[in-house]
């Protein structure tokens, strides 16, 4: 089932990026993203409340708590430079080098958790990364 969650998060994500290009043409990078984030803010509100799950805040640990705010911080500088390059570059061209936090998350896990890199894996970053390389070049 991950994997069609997955999957539709993919095709969400282009759909994102399409639709952002047309909507930030003429509006300011950064009021752009705040924008988005209100209505991603009250799409996630009203999932919570939808599936009754906000009896659960009382049980998030400290731990958890700075994690996710850390979380939510790197989302948005994420989603604040990404617009701005939207706004800059071609939609073509700045979403490959976007993608590339699949090589850096794929680095980061083994190196903080220890995750399995396996040859496959390591064949499939070497990949992304020159597709990356051969779309923007």
Not at 64 to 92: E, H, K, M, N
Not at 98 to 115: C, G, M, Q, R
Request: proline share 1%; charged share 10%; with cysteine.
């Amino acid at each position: 089932m991950w994997f069609v969650f997955a999957l539709l998060s993919a095709v969400f994500a282009a759909l994102t990026s399409i639709l952002a290009k047309v909507g930030i043409e003429g509006v300011n990078s950064n009021l752009a993203t705040a924008l988005r984030t209100v209505v991603v803010l009250a799409m996630a509100w009203g999932m919570v409340f939808l599936t009754n799950a906000q009896g659960g805040i009382s049980a998030i640990s400290r731990k958890s708590w700075v994690f996710l705010i850390l979380s939510g911080l790197a989302t948005g500088a994420s989603w604040l430079c990404y617009y701005r390059a939207l706004q800059l570059g071609q939609a073509s061209k700045v979403v490959p080098v976007d993608k590339l936090s699949v090589v850096i998350t794929l680095i980061l896990a083994f190196v903080f958790w220890h995750e399995e890199f396996t040859v496959k894996s390591f064949i499939g970053t070497v990949f992304i990364a020159i597709g990356t390389l051969v779309m923007v070049l």
